[in-house]
């Protein structure tokens, strides 16, 4: 069955604070693995995105990492800022066209 | 990154009425579309996939009849929810494919909320 779960659910921390995020995925075949970040109200917008082969990827203070073998992906976050708050949605792409996404963490950055 | 627009971004309206929404690909064009309903602390579930020139291929369990998809061009998708009634309020989203080399890839739009009232 193909499966993108992606812990924690929620995750609270304080502006400054680096944190990581998670994602486990049973997806086959694999295309392609991508976070999008999802402000509240707005479409998701594309983070980073890593093929089998890449083993880690950054992009300013995002950085996400592959491990195909284990199927586990993850997301850090350096130096949060309040505008970091959002959920965070693990997507990995099955072929052509077709996305299999995570349930997602939301991230609230506090003051 | 290419870019996706949707309007309206917001729309009320009563039991029963039909409310259209549009998809633009703004800067590339997107031989496929898709359609996507989000509910509340929920991640986005396909709705349908639509192809321009050809009729839209709806995921299981979702009513043709009532969420008519039209893709008359390159650049445009739109989505129809006809007679709509206060369960069809969502968070509605769409995105556009394009292809670059042998990579796909997804852009999603800012989304359009729709409430029933």
């Known amino acids: 069955k193909n499966q993108v779960e992606q812990s924690p659910q929620s995750l609270i921390i304080l502006e400054g604070k680096n944190c990581t995020l998670q994602c486990n995925y049973t997806v086959s075949p694999f295309s392609n693995l991508r976070w999008y970040k999802q402000d509240t109200g707005r479409g998701p917008v594309s983070l980073t995105i890593m093929t089998f082969s890449e083993n880690t990827k950054s992009n300013g203070r995002y950085t996400a990492t592959l491990d195909a073998d284990t199927k586990q992906s993850s997301l850090h976050i350096t130096a949060s800022q309040l505008s970091d708050s959002a959920s965070y949605i693990c997507?990995?792409?099955?072929?052509?066209?077709?996305?299999?996404f995570g349930q997602g963490t939301r991230l609230t950055i506090n003051p | 990154g290419a870019v996706v627009s949707q309007h309206p971004s917001r729309v009320i309206c009563k039991s029963g009425t039909s409310v259209k929404i549009e998809c633009r690909s703004l800067?590339?064009?997107?031989?496929?579309m898709f359609w996507y309903r989000q509910f509340p602390k929920q991640s986005l579930m396909l709705m349908a996939t639509s192809n321009e020139g050809s009729k839209a291929t709806y995921e299981q369990g979702v009513e043709k009849d009532k969420f008519l998809i039209n893709h008359a061009s390159l650049t445009l998708s739109t989505l129809t929810v006809t007679s709509a009634h206060p369960e069809d309020s969502s968070f509605y989203i769409c995105?556009?494919?394009?292809?670059?080399?042998?990579?796909?890839?997804?852009?999603f739009g800012p989304g359009t909320r729709l409430t029933v009232l």
């Open positions: 800067d590339f064009q997107a031989t496929t």
């Open positions: 995105s556009a494919n394009e292809r670059e080399g042998y990579t796909d890839t997804q852009y």
């Open positions: 997507v990995v792409y099955k072929g052509a066209q077709k996305l299999v």
